[in-house]
């Protein structure tokens, strides 16, 4: 069974900034590309960001653009969300996820945002509360 494992989260007021990350098996790692979702109580999964494992080519859910930064780390293999300026809307149950549907710049164009049934494989989550 794939195991995603996310860490990091916890407790912030808002303002603050705070890094997600989450360890992906190795043959996972090299050949899906990787997300972020975000699931707040009564609320449907909402996606966050994604990042290509083919060209790296990165998407944010409208709620991320410009505060947070999907990263990748292959010598690990590990993913990062970098967040910052929190804000109480944040908080949720954040989840990783990897995915095969084509995510590359050139597939991407005029398409619409990675969806959660673009991915086979989650983590368990990790809580982010963000406090006024």
């Known amino acids: 069974q794939v195991q995603l494992v996310e860490s990091g989260g916890g407790l912030v007021q808002a303002g603050d900034s705070l890094t997600l990350s989450c360890v992906v098996p190795g043959p996972i790692f090299s050949n899906y590309n990787l997300g972020w979702f975000r699931q707040a109580p009564g609320k449907e999964r909402e996606f966050v960001a994604a990042?290509?494992?083919?060209?790296?080519?990165?998407y944010y859910g409208d709620s991320a653009k410009g505060r947070f930064t999907i990263l990748r780390a292959d010598h690990k293999p590990t993913m990062y969300l970098r967040m910052s300026t929190l804000k109480p809307e944040d908080t949720a149950l954040y989840y990783c996820?990897?995915?095969?549907?084509?995510?590359?710049?050139?597939?991407?164009?005029?398409?619409?945002?990675?969806?959660?049934?673009?991915?086979?494989?989650w983590g368990q989550g990790t809580q982010v509360t963000v406090s006024s």
């Open positions: 990042i290509s494992w083919r060209d790296a080519s990165t």
């Open positions: 996820a990897a995915g095969s549907r084509p995510m590359t710049a050139q597939d991407m164009k005029d398409k619409d945002i990675p969806q959660w049934s673009d991915f086979h494989f």
